[in-house]
């Protein structure tokens, strides 16, 4: 009985720590890492631009299980694109994503704008982004 008490708490515990979506905004010239975030509540890891957010559209460029695959796609978009350039995590991905959208048609013309630099699987993802 007491192992699996042991056993619960270690459980808890953990999961606690593990992040479920982090979001870090790559700016040109940031150095930066997903070592760098604050944990807010409940154990969820969030780095945001303005920390205000509302529901809108971002155009994905790419997803990968490694953070550093994300990171160095994400610093050769950052030279690609005028628009913010965001590695989130969201488990087992790291996933890239461009932009700040309100409106579905402007992520659309930036999906296309995306494809024609290369990122031939684009695609928008409904998610919250930063206000302007």
Excluded: H
Excluded at 2 to 16: C, D, M, Q, S
Excluded at 58 to 75: C, E, L, M, W, Y
Excluded at 99 to 127: F, H, P
Aim: with cysteine; aromatic share 10%.
């Amino acid at each position: 009985m007491k192992r699996i008490i042991a056993l619960a708490f270690v459980v808890v515990a953990l999961a606690g720590c593990l992040p479920r979506k982090t979001t870090k905004v790559v700016s040109p010239g940031d150095d930066y890492s997903l070592y760098d975030m604050e944990v807010g509540n409940g154990g969820t890891t969030q780095v945001t631009g303005s920390g205000n957010t509302v529901a809108g559209y971002r155009v994905q460029i790419f997803a990968s299980n490694t953070n550093d695959g994300a990171n160095k796609v994400a610093s050769e978009a950052r030279f690609k694109f005028t628009e913010s350039v965001y590695v989130e995590y969201e488990a087992p991905y790291y996933k890239v994503r461009v932009g700040d959208y309100i409106n579905k048609s402007d992520a659309e013309i930036l999906r296309e704008k995306a494809r024609n630099l290369g990122y031939s699987d684009a695609w928008i993802a409904q998610t919250e982004v930063n206000t302007q």
